[in-house]
């Protein structure tokens, strides 16, 4: 079955009894509680014919609660139900509460160990880190901790069990932005004895990044001259799906010809959480007076802010356009690595290469980077 652990556990003054299920997936758990035996159902499962559960929890790998309207001195039957996708356990037990009070050598006993009161301080705070929660627990007496977190569709769980302290300070990292975590706080003192607290904290939602991204150097592998008395005239223009960020004019460029772009040709760029680079691209035009202008195909010419397709007998090889999260920005390799030894070493550094053309189109890579700082 998936129930792992069920226990009872009375206090020591009183008829209350402290209840504790744990399942070994996340369940749906029920617990019921009567004075007469259960009878079973059609289906050969326990059950108390109408009675409805007086403990419950959805989707949870744990269930705790105290039952404080038992009268004292009385058998009481248990069933404890628990259902998740691959079926039904059903565990069915007896139990006793205490008299009203327990006397020990003629005097009340009034210590309630970690049953009640036991834990003087449960808090959760945010820390610096968006994703990383700081849980600071105070008891009246040394304990041990288990704390479990979870969210609708995932539960983890952190055991503190080598040592007894009265003072926990316990970091809950890799959390969800945005997200709401139900947590579970157990203390254990030395004599076995357990006090549970829950509660709630909710991550806050990401904030926007703010980037910077450029273009680098340029190495043109193939001036495009093929069928042409021209040598190299070549000129570039690039930027992003929705700005033009840069052209250079026309100059002669051979094959193996590296140009290196300004330091400042730059744009800061705001992304949303769990947004995109912009499409990026960059265009080398070869002018070619032996060629059709643009062969008749608008998409091999560079834009926006270009003039329409003929009005210049050139011909334009390309990247493409091209995107990336900033969690594939970050697997990119660092910029010391291609050469960059400047305020953008640290930054990441990706090649941009140019489509296949014939030999009478450019072909270039073009480097491009990315400062998340």
């Known amino acids: 079955g998936c129930i792992t652990a069920a ?20 369940a749906d758990i029920d617990v019921f509680v009567a004075k007469a035996a259960p ?5 050969g499962n ?78 959760a705070t945010p820390t610096a880190d968006i994703d990383r929660f700081e849980l600071h627990i105070e008891t009246d007496r040394p304990a041990k901790v288990i704390v479990e977190y979870s969210t609708p569709t995932d539960t983890q769980k952190l055991s503190f069990l080598d040592e007894y302290y009265r003072d926990w300070t316990i970091d809950i990292d890799g959390l969800a932005t945005g997200t709401t975590y139900e947590v579970v706080v157990m203390a254990v003192d030395e004599q076995g004895r357990n006090e549970i ?19 680098g150097r340029v190495f043109i592998e193939r001036d495009g001259d093929a069928s042409s008395v021209n040598r190299g005239e070549i000129q570039m223009v690039w930027g992003t799906d929705e700005h033009r960020w840069g052209r250079r004019g026309e100059e002669k460029l051979h094959d193996g010809s590296t140009v290196h772009l300004d330091d400042g040709n730059l744009s800061i760029v705001r992304i ?8 990026l691209f960059f265009f080398a035009g070869e002018r070619d007076g032996n060629r059709p202008i643009c062969e008749g195909n608008d998409d091999l010419y560079p834009s926006p802010g270009m003039e329409s397709c003929g009005q210049a007998d ?3 090889s390309f990247t493409g356009r091209w995107a990336m999260t900033l969690d594939e920005v970050r697997q ?42």
Not at 39 to 43: E, H, Q, R, Y
Not at 274 to 279: F, I, K, L, S, V
Request: proline fraction near 6%; hydrophobic fraction near 35%.
């Open 46 to 123: 326990p059950h108390f014919p109408g009675a409805r559960p007086v403990a419950t929890v959805n989707s949870l790998s744990l269930l705790v609660a105290t039952f404080d309207y038992l009268d004292p001195g009385t058998t009481y039957h248990a069933i404890v139900r628990a259902e998740d996708a691959n079926g039904v356990t059903v565990l069915t037990d007896t139990f006793t509460t205490r008299d009203s009070a327990t006397t020990s050598g003629g005097l009340t006993v009034t210590d309630l160990g970690c049953t009640s009161g036991c834990i003087t301080a449960a808090t």
């Open 7 to 26: 226990t009872i556990k009375p206090h020591q003054t009183s008829a209350d009894v402290d209840v504790r299920i744990e399942t070994i997936v996340p």
């Open 197 to 215: 607290r829950t509660g709630s904290f909710r991550t806050a939602v990401a904030p926007p990044n703010d980037i910077e991204i450029g273009f």
């Open 272 to 279: 949303e959480p769990g947004g995109m680079t912009p499409e």
């Open 332 to 373: 990119l390799d660092r910029c010391v690595e291609h050469g960059l030894d400047d305020y953008r070493a640290d930054a990441y550094c990706v090649i941009l290469e140019s489509t296949e053309g014939s030999d009478d189109y450019a072909r270039f890579d073009v480097l491009v980077w990315f400062d998340l700082n």
């Open 39 to 43: 009878v079973d159902d059609a289906d």
């Open 314 to 316: 050139i011909a334009w």
